[in-house]
Nanobody
Framework: HVQLVESGGGLVQAGDSLRLSCVILGRTFSTYNMGWFRQAPGKEREFVAAVSRSGGTTNYADSVKGRFTISRDNAKNTVYLQMNSLKPEDAAVYSC?????????????????WGQGSRVTVSS
């Protein structure tokens, strides 16, 4: 059984920073490529960032490029999303996801396991 647990969400002001964490339980963390997705009210879930098993390859949505950084610590079974210069449009429920595929992917349906989500609220 694989379980992903996010933490670090909250309420911040525009321009602030926040770091999300996601720990994977039950399996070898380094087996998975990891991704972060978000879903705002009334909108579809969208890709935010992804990182390869080794951490050597990353991919970002254009909307967060230059502001967000995804990283991982395989020794701690944890993936992080550092979010800087937050904007009101970044407000959403952020979920981490794990993928066993060969390459880092942005496609939601290719991720096998999902966390429960962590809410980020950004006030203007």
């Amino acid at each position: 059984h694989v379980q992903l647990v996010e933490s670090g969400g909250g309420l911040v002001q525009a321009g602030d920073s926040l770091r999300l964490s996601c720990v994977i339980l039950g399996r070898t963390f380094s087996t998975y490529n990891m991704g972060w997705f978000r879903q705002a009210p009334g909108k579809e879930r969208e890709f935010v960032a992804a990182v390869s098993r080794s951490g050597g390859t990353t991919n970002y949505a254009d909307s967060v490029k230059g502001r967000f950084t995804i990283s991982r610590d395989n020794a701690k079974n944890t993936v992080y999303l550092q979010m800087n210069s937050l904007k009101p449009e970044d407000a959403a429920v952020y979920s981490c996801a794990a993928d066993l595929g060969a390459k880092v992917t942005t496609r939601t349906y290719e991720y096998e396991y999902w966390g429960q989500g962590s809410r980020v609220t950004v006030s203007s």
